[in-house]
């Protein structure tokens, strides 16, 4: 079945650092991938998606790209802040079927210090 | 106006108790969800309804029972409440096919005592 694996947190950096959490899945076919964010106490927002084999997404200054021949999706940014200390979680969803569920990774946690 | 909404927010109860967590959204989506969140963060899918009827059904105790009156809404019954059933639920929405992304509840905060 479909799986996502994502790098151990927490992971703890100071701010205005690079950050990259890593990413990498196994689906059958090519499905849509995301990176959702949880804040403390909050839901799950989508940070930014991909849908296709190097498709680049984008928002709030952190990037993914869809590899296709690592099959990876990992999410970066040039210069964290404090106020990006959260919850990632990397998923993926197949393109077909009504049966089509997100499947997340478990969860790397980012605590930013001044 | 709040895309996916759930009712309560925070929910205390004794073991034994039953109890519902209700879910509404007005994304016009045709597909919900339930996800389990434990204490380590790890999301796990419950159940999931299309348009009404109930799609996917992962290994869960028979105790919990959705219920979809309409594709708007989805909610979720618990019998018999154990220790085992504390955690954040997040009911979510998606359109089905096309790997679309889905749609968050702020969840629900289980507790067992």
């Known amino acids: 079945g479909d799986s996502v694996t994502q790098m151990e947190g927490p992971v703890t950096l100071s701010e205005e650092a690079f950050l990259t959490i890593n990413c990498t899945y196994t689906a059958t076919g090519y499905p849509s991938l995301f990176w959702y964010v949880q804040y403390p106490g909050e839901g799950l927002q989508l940070l930014l998606k991909?849908?296709?084999?190097?498709d680049k997404g984008s928002n709030k200054g952190f990037e993914a790209t869809y590899r296709k021949e690592t099959t990876s999706f990992h999410l970066e940014k040039g210069s964290v802040q404090v106020s990006d200390s959260a919850v990632y979680f990397c998923a993926l969803r197949p393109k077909t079927g009504t049966a089509s569920k997100l499947t997340f990774g478990t969860g790397t946690r980012l605590q930013v210090t001044l | 106006d709040t895309a996916v909404s759930q009712t309560p927010k925070y929910l205390v109860t004794q073991m034994g108790n039953d109890k519902s967590i209700k879910c509404e959204q007005n994304?016009?989506?045709?597909?919900m969800y339930w996800y389990k969140q434990d204490s380590k963060k790890f999301l796990k899918i419950m159940f999931s309804?299309?348009?009404?009827?109930?799609?996917i059904n992962e290994t869960v105790p028979n105790r919990f029972s959705p219920k979809s009156p309409d594709k708007a809404h989805l909610n979720l019954h618990i019998n018999s409440l154990e220790l085992g059933d504390s955690a954040v639920y997040f009911c979510?929405?998606?359109?089905?096919?096309?790997?679309?992304?889905?749609?968050f509840g702020q969840g629900t905060r289980l507790t067992v005592v």
């Open positions: 979510a929405s998606s359109q089905a096919g096309q790997g679309t992304e889905a749609f």
């Open positions: 309804y299309n348009n009404k009827e109930l799609i």
């Open positions: 991909a849908t296709k084999a190097d």
């Open positions: 994304l016009g989506h045709d597909t």
